[in-house]
């Protein structure tokens, strides 16, 4: 049996952190490039679960093996659940993180703290060598800071709240303890370990 499964993602930060949680289980993940698969698949679903399923399906047609895709953002209660699946995009199609985080902060200016709950949100479709399809969905609870804080991570990370440090300032290893990516792996290992 073999233990490769294809990324259907090019984010290099997600195949990193999909990686160091799941090579110690004796998986090889591959980006979909690197799988010599070149798409890039239109994420108009309205929830988590239906944009991973897009992109799982997308490549598991022309690969036939096993799949996972991660559809994943950030939802702020202030903002009604925004950015949510629009996370990537939410400052625009090519703005940097600093943007988004630029963005984010701008649209909570003077909400007060307990106002400012937040959760990261990840969403992992699997689909396994036969074609049958497996939804988790992992989310770790914290707070939109009010400036950025630290150089580790990517995305939302320098403002994102995990007690009291941002997730850019706690190590890659801590983080890949407690993110939603995590709890969400945890789930994916459990049912793929049955």
């Known amino acids: 049996m073999s233990n490769k499964i294809v990324l259907a993602s090019n984010n290099n930060h997600k195949l990193r952190e999909i990686s160091e949680i799941l090579e110690p289980l004796g998986f090889t993940v591959i980006s979909q490039l690197q799988a010599g698969i070149s798409l890039e698949v239109d994420e108009i679903g309205t929830t988590f679960e239906e944009n991973a399923a897009l992109k799982a399906r997308a490549i598991y047609q022309i690969y036939k093996t096993a799949v996972i895709a991660d559809d994943s953002g950030l939802e702020v209660d202030y903002l009604n659940k925004a950015p949510g699946v629009y996370s990537s995009r939410y400052a625009g199609e090519n703005a940097t993180?600093?943007?988004?985080?630029?963005?984010?902060?701008?649209?909570l200016e003077g909400v007060p703290m307990e106002k400012r709950t937040a959760r990261f949100v990840s969403v992992i479709c699997y689909i396994d060598k036969d074609g049958k399809e497996h939804i988790v969905r992992g989310e770790c609870e914290g707070y939109i800071g009010f400036e950025p804080r630290g150089e580790n991570g990517f995305g939302y990370d320098p403002?994102?709240?995990?007690?009291?440090?941002?997730?850019?300032?706690?190590?890659a290893e801590e983080k890949n303890s407690v993110s939603h990516r995590a709890n969400a792996m945890r789930k994916f290992v459990k049912l793929i370990g049955e």
């Open 97 to 107: 993180d600093k943007e988004k985080c630029e963005k984010l902060l701008s649209e």
């Open 159 to 171: 403002i994102f709240m995990y007690g009291d440090k941002s997730f850019a300032e706690i190590s």
